[in-house]
């Protein structure tokens, strides 16, 4: 590893650290705002479902087909819910996974900077990665040098550790699997109204065009969520870091 003079060492350390900090406030904020944003928007269209079904049900003895027609109009609502949501919450995960490798990529400049220093082992970046267990293992072995490689193959190859965004991906992939229920249910109720004989041209109708939007969205939002979630950073194997620390 090149030695750098300490004085530079340490303006490089407060650079690459301040890089890192201006990610993570990005995470933070979006985490933030993603949150608030799903709120509002079932807060708005839930209203609107409760406003529509009390407007319809209302009337006196309602025949059976109306409703069928009813309540297909007033799901509507939810299905446009749960299909924003969704889009919404993948294209959360996408950008905050982008913005989670840029500063996984940050690691190794880190840490060469920090080992210049002369910074142990036991604290800074090594010690916050060494979280992990298998990375610990690996680091206590290792020289200066090939701690840096190290790190840096292990973010290349997207294994430097999830470090606390897996509870998000879990509860993402849980809420986008409930919306796909909603859309199961909207799919009957379309049918059903559907298959009423004095009903002309219904899908032609904005309201349930709306909810075929919604059924739409819920459907990005999964695969946009299968696609980046290969792109996420991992746990390392056993196997990652012998074929790493083992290549000559």
């Given amino acids: 590893m090149a030695q750098i003079n300490l004085d530079t060492a340490g303006k490089m350390l407060n650079i690459v650290e301040s890089r890192r900090q201006h990610r993570a406030n990005i995470i933070v904020a979006l985490n933030g705002l993603a949150i608030t944003l799903i709120v509002a928007i079932w807060v708005f269209f839930l209203k609107g479902f409760v406003d529509y079904s009390s407007l319809n049900f209302s009337t006196n003895s309602p025949s059976s087909n109306d409703m069928i027609i009813n309540q297909g109009f007033a799901f509507s609502y939810v299905v446009l819910a749960a299909g924003i949501s969704s889009t919404v919450l993948a294209l959360w995960r996408w950008y905050v996974k982008d913005l989670d490798y840029g500063i996984s990529r940050i690691y190794p400049e880190i840490a060469m900077f920090e080992l210049n220093l002369g910074i142990p082992s036991n604290t800074g970046i090594i010690n916050e990665l060494s979280a992990n267990a298998k990375i610990k293992n690996a680091m206590e072995k290792l020289f200066k040098e090939e701690k840096i490689e190290l790190i840096k193959k292990l973010v290349d190859i997207k294994r430097i550790g999830r470090r606390g965004h897996l509870t998000f991906e879990i509860g993402v992939f849980v809420l986008i699997g409930a919306f796909i229920i909603i859309a199961g249910i909207n799919v009957y109720n379309l049918n059903r109204i559907d298959k009423l004989p004095q009903l002309i ?5 904005p309201i349930l065009a709306l909810s075929w939007i919604g059924n739409i969205l819920i459907l990005v939002g999964l695969v946009i969520q299968f696609f980046t979630f290969r792109f ?17």
């Fill in 201 to 205: 041209d219904i899908e032609s109708n």
């Fill in 232 to 248: 996420y950073q991992r746990n390392p194997t056993k196997e990652d870091i012998k074929n790493i620390t083992e290549r000559k």
